[in-house]
């Protein structure tokens, strides 16, 4: 037996007899059924040269799929104008399509499902990314200060009234082309900051149209997405990825509870797979801070399954589920360093430590499929 092959066995391995943690209970996520409720979180790997998705992504993904296990996919540009980093993967031309299939091909392979996020990030761009040269587009035109020079992040672009239409019908595009991929669904990007975010965070969004003002208003353009991509690959394909409290790239909220509420009632309205929401502790991407503030109110509010997020460890992860507060529970860098996180939580073993330093770089295996599984499962 290969090297590979004894990796994959392990990382599919249940022991018997084992009382299984609450983690490791099954979940029917609408027509899904997961086998378990750790849920692989998107995590920018910038290894996808020239914004197409490369074949050592198919590793990458396969080694942290399980049998029943649900994967949502590194953030995926939908149009030439939505790519803020260099190297993160797209979604809208045929050749992007076509590089996915075979990834999607390997997590298929064993048994996982696999969801596509749909990603715009704004004016967390710069003209070097942009087609022609041109700034960034954004629900405003004041560049971002709190993270960056305006060297990094130059004054991005408004969006006129007339142009939101073609922003939301890239987003129904970019919706089709990752089901013709093969993907099982798409998670819309609407946290962290992005374009979506910008439109619904009061610090930012200053328009007086009818996108900009009021709550309501705020969340107009993303709940527009939303109905066309839902239109377009059915509600029951489609998740929504929101960070209310979060001020990543400059971008908070003054009524963050509201805010989050608002947009898991009209979510469900529209009847889509689940909401995934990142914690309240979580205002900086690595780093928790306490907080009396609960997701709670949001999880009522939300009709479908809800997905956490936010540095949570193992004994974290079973408290929200035993508790009711989550359906399911997103890692990102425990996943990254654990490929085989399922198991390990199973065992209670000792986790791989994450190398920061190797989160960005763009080589196809150190930090990316370099991890090691556990010797002979234990």
Same mark, same amino acid.
């Given at each position: 037996m290969t090297n590979t092959m004894i990796e994959e066995d392990q990382n599919q391995k249940v022991i018997e007899g084992r009382e299984a943690i609450p983690l490791l209970t099954p979940f029917n996520m609408g027509k899904f059924n997961l086998s378990h409720r750790i849920v692989l979180a998107p995590l920018t790997r910038t290894r996808s040269y020239n914004f197409v998705a490369q074949p050592h992504a198919a590793i990458y993904y396969s080694q942290r799929t399980t049998k029943g296990g649900f994967l949502i996919g590194e953030a995926s540009g939908v149009s030439n104008t939505a790519q803020g980093y260099p190297n993160t993967p797209g979604i809208w031309t045929r050749e992007q399509v076509e590089a996915w299939k075979p990834i999607v091909k390997a997590v298929h392979e064993k048994g996982g499902i696999f969801f596509c996020q749909l990603w715009h990030a704004?004016?967390? #761009?710069?003209?070097?990314?942009? $087609?022609?040269?041109?700034?960034?587009? #954004?629900?405003?035109?004041?560049?971002?200060h709190k993270e960056g020079s305006s060297t990094k992040y130059p004054a991005p672009r408004r969006l006129t009234t007339d142009e939101i239409p073609n922003v939301v019908n890239d987003f129904r595009i970019a919706a089709k082309?990752?089901? +013709?991929?093969?993907?099982? *669904?798409? +998670?819309?990007?609407?946290?962290?900051?992005? /374009?979506?975010?910008q439109f /619904?965070?009061?610090k930012v969004n200053d328009r007086d149209d009818e996108y900009g003002g009021s709550l309501e208003n705020r969340c107009r353009f993303p709940l527009t997405v939303v109905q066309a991509v839902a239109d377009e690959v059915?509600? =029951?394909?489609?998740?929504?990825?929101?960070?209310?409290?979060? =001020? &990543?790239?400059?971008? *908070? =909220? #003054?009524? $963050?509870?509201?805010? *989050?509420? &608002?947009?898991?009632?009209? /979510?469900?309205?529209?009847g889509i797979l689940y909401c995934h929401v990142i914690e309240p502790r979580m205002l900086t991407m690595f780093d928790k801070h306490d907080t009396d503030l609960s997701l709670l109110p949001?999880?009522?509010?939300?009709?479908?399954?809800?997905?956490?997020?936010g540095g949570y460890n193992r004994s974290e992860g079973n408290k929200a589920i035993a508790n009711g507060g989550a359906d399911l529970v997103a890692y990102g860098r425990l996943f990254l360093a654990n490929p085989d996180? $399922?198991?390990?939580? +199973?065992?209670? #073993?000792? /986790?791989n430590k994450a190398d920061r330093s190797t989160f960005y770089t763009n080589d196809p295996v150190v930090g990316y499929?370099? &991890? $090691?599984?556990?010797?002979?499962?234990?």
């Open positions: 704004g004016r967390v #761009s710069n003209y070097v990314y942009q $087609p022609d040269g041109q700034a960034p587009i #954004s629900s405003t035109d004041k560049a971002i082309n990752a089901i +013709e991929a093969g993907f099982d *669904g798409v +998670e819309i990007h609407g946290a962290n900051g992005y /374009l979506l975010d /619904l965070k009061d059915g509600a =029951d394909k489609v998740g929504v990825r929101i960070s209310p409290f979060a =001020d &990543y790239c400059d971008c *908070g =909220d #003054s009524n $963050p509870q509201a805010l *989050g509420i &608002y947009m898991a009632r009209a /979510l469900s309205q529209f949001i999880r009522k509010a939300f009709n479908g399954t809800f997905i956490v997020a996180l $399922p198991r390990r939580f +199973e065992l209670d #073993s000792e /986790l499929t370099d &991890y $090691p599984f556990l010797e002979n499962g234990c």
